[in-house]
């Protein structure tokens, strides 16, 4: 009789079942300790100037006319690229938003450059053809491309990118403004438009958007 156990209390808890919860337990401190030094170190995500669409769509192609003759929307892939829609008449926004975007142009690494280019889009085709175009965007810089084309062109491609324009104070049939939207839209090196970057962005974030144009060719490198 001596030698069972009769009082009810258990016995010594086996050892190998104490060796198994040991182990799970330093496992998962060892995990913890891990997760921990890797959120410590990880680099954190870029934060760009703007707010970057959540849905990256591949912008389709499009033809219109420069001095130099029809340039394609995919013979510019591999690069940067910033479109503005504006109009060589507009007194205030566009060589307001031009002088900024060559500003920021400016603040760019000179290899950079090469891989960045700055396009501006007429909504004025009835006045701005494309010898005027070049004319304009080369005030601002020899490295700007100036577009335009028919009505119809130019309003197809205005509406891809929720661009809105119209005409407004018309005194005589050449004599007139027009309303228009008045953002710039950034595509990464594989044509997908990434970025819109507005007035403000444009007035007060100058090194950052240069930081970002930086970015996107580094990480579409």
């Known amino acids: 009789m001596s030698g069972e156990n009769l009082g009810g209390a258990p016995g010594p808890r086996p050892r190998g079942r104490l060796w198994g919860l040991a182990l799970a337990v330093g496992a998962l401190v060892v995990a913890a300790a891990g997760f921990a030094l890797w959120a410590l170190l990880r680099p954190a995500p870029y934060e760009f100037a ?113 661009v809105s324009y119209q005409k407004y104070d018309q005194t005589a049939p050449n004599v007139y403004f027009v309303r228009h939207t008045a953002s710039v839209y950034v595509l990464n090196p594989q044509r997908q438009l990434e970025l819109i970057y507005n007035s403000d962005d444009l007035q007060n974030r100058q090194q950052h958007i240069a930081d970002d144009l930086h970015h996107l060719l580094l990480r579409g490198s």
Not at 83 to 99: A, I, K, N, Q, R
Not at 100 to 108: A, D, F, P, V
Not at 148 to 160: E, L, S
């Open 50 to 162: 703007s707010q970057p669409l959540s849905n990256l769509t591949t912008a389709q192609d499009f033809t219109l006319e420069s001095a130099s003759g029809p340039v394609t929307l995919s013979s510019l892939d591999g690069k940067v690229v910033l479109l503005f829609f504006g109009y060589t008449h507009c007194p205030d926004v566009c060589p307001t938003e031009m002088m900024q975007l060559s500003h920021i142009y400016g603040l760019l690494d000179p290899k950079d450059r090469e891989r960045v280019q700055v396009a501006m889009i007429s909504v004025d085709p009835a006045r701005d053809d494309a010898a005027v175009m070049q004319s304009y965007v080369h005030a601002f810089s020899p490295a700007f491309l100036g577009l335009t084309g028919t009505p119809d062109r130019i309003a197809a491609v205005a509406k891809q990118y929720w």
